[in-house]
């Protein structure tokens, strides 16, 4: 069964940085897109950063520039580096498979909390 488990979040003051961590189990991480998403308090999850299985990136128009999404397929682990946070970023992170496979649920997430 494949399991998902995000690190690094933190609280931090904005204008900070955090490098968030994303290990999956199974043999499955190497050959497919990543994503990285996220979830406000109140709010639906949204989607954040993409990386192919190759290495190609896609952002949110809302972290571009800001946010850095990276993969080490050795390691089965992908990584968001955020830096330059804003209070708006606050929200739990979270990381899967795209698409989704059947079977794969999500992981608990890492918290980020970023004050004014």
């Known amino acids: 069964q494949v399991q998902l488990v995000e690190s690094g979040g933190g609280l931090v003051q904005a204008g900070g940085s955090l490098r968030l961590s994303c290990v999956a189990s199974g043999n499955i991480f190497s050959i497919n897109s990543m994503a990285w998403y996220r979830q406000p308090p109140g709010n639906q999850m949204e989607f954040v950063a993409v990386i192919t299985a190759g290495g190609t990136p896609n952002y949110a128009d809302s972290v571009k520039g800001r946010f850095t999404i990276s993969r080490d397929n050795a390691k089965n682990t992908m990584y968001l580096q955020l830096n330059n946070l804003k209070p708006e970023d606050t929200a739990v992170y979270f990381c899967?498979?795209?698409?989704?496979?059947?079977?794969?649920?999500w992981g608990q997430g890492t918290q980020v909390t970023v004050s004014p």
């Open positions: 899967n498979y795209v698409p989704r496979p059947s079977g794969v649920g």
